[in-house]
């Protein structure tokens, strides 16, 4: 995927994206960071083709999304939001299912295609033993798992994710990031996230996007992004970078810089 030049306004006035461009690589996981307000969302919402661009626009395999239908689209690209709704009272496989909607048809596609994309989703969310349950008696954790699980049903190679970790506890938000994980080294889907928490950023990702006021401000390996003066700059606070064979990279938070 490659994004050339993009700049996006809700209201025609503010540039909330200004020129962005870069390149997602195929079979990697790639993770935006960078301030609240900075166009992380926004940048993935004009990805996915949910927002359309003032200028510039988004290739995905060389075609514009602009001329790629909705559908065919969904057949490629699957899309897991920040704030997701559904009845509370639907159950975890009827939810599943709604991911195969883009494949289903009065010709070509078989009901059987349907079922193994389902279990398939379920098995890697590791829920085949809550199908049955509503949403209402899932965990938070859980539910994310649930919306996940959906999209992978729909067999795209690309996952989007709009911070996943959110309003999750540290347990969690682990769980959700190394089935990120798993998803990427395992079936080889490419990957793009948005994310707060910089030391996630660091050990989950092959490649980090920093954002601030609706520019990228650098882009890379995290050892190549993530220092002690990239993240002055991005956040206005002082950090000390440390590293060692057992946990990697890592940033340790100092004060804020006045």
Known sequence: MEIKEVTFSYDKKNDQLKQISSTIAPGKVTTIIGPNGCGKSTLLGVMSQNYKPKAGEILLDGKALSQTKPKELAKRLAVVHQQNE??????????????RLPHRSFLGQTEEEDEQAIEWALTCTNLQQKRALKLDQLSGGERQRVWIAMALAQKTQILFLDEPTTFLDIFYQIEILQLVRTLNQSYGLTIVMVLHDINQAIRYSDTIIVMKEGQIVTEGTPEAVITEEVVKKTYGVDVVMKQDEETGLYMIPLSISL
């Open 86 to 99: 559904a009845p509370s009272d639907l159950t975890v496989e009827k939810l599943v299912s709604f991911g």
